[in-house]
Nanobody
Framework: QVQPVESGGGSVKPGGSLRLSCAAPGNILNNNAVGWYRQAPGKQREFLARITSMGSVNVADSVKDRFTISRVGANGTVDLWMNSLKPEDTAVYSC??????WGQGIQVTVSS
């Protein structure tokens, strides 16, 4: 399985924005659906957004007003754009290639 790699995490103040990127070798991100998930301490993993190989998108109701997902570049990344971040968005964020593998995850901390 191909393991994607996440980048772009870090710390941000409430109301801020972050852009997370999911990268993988070759053209696998274009040929497969890719999803973003998160897991906060003590909580179950939560689905956030998915983009199919055809470009169809679905975003969880809980974040659809603040998060978007898109492919960037012809053979680039699948990015999760997060706006108006809240402390409850603090979690480890992971991307997953459907039919592939999971990334190791990246920490996002929202705190004043």
């Amino acid at each position: 399985q191909v393991q994607p790699v996440e980048s772009g995490g870090g710390s941000v103040k409430p109301g801020g924005s972050l852009r997370l990127s999911c990268a993988a070798p070759g053209n696998i991100l274009n040929n497969n659906a890719v999803g973003w998930y998160r897991q906060a301490p003590g909580k179950q993993r939560e689905f956030l957004a998915r983009i199919t190989s055809m470009g169809s998108v679905n975003v969880a109701d809980s974040v659809k007003d603040r998060f978007t997902i898109s492919r960037v570049g012809a053979n680039g990344t699948v990015d999760l754009w997060m706006n108006s971040l809240k402390p409850e968005d603090t979690a480890v964020y992971s991307c997953m290639i459907f039919g592939g593998g999971w990334g190791q995850g990246i920490q996002v901390t929202v705190s004043s």
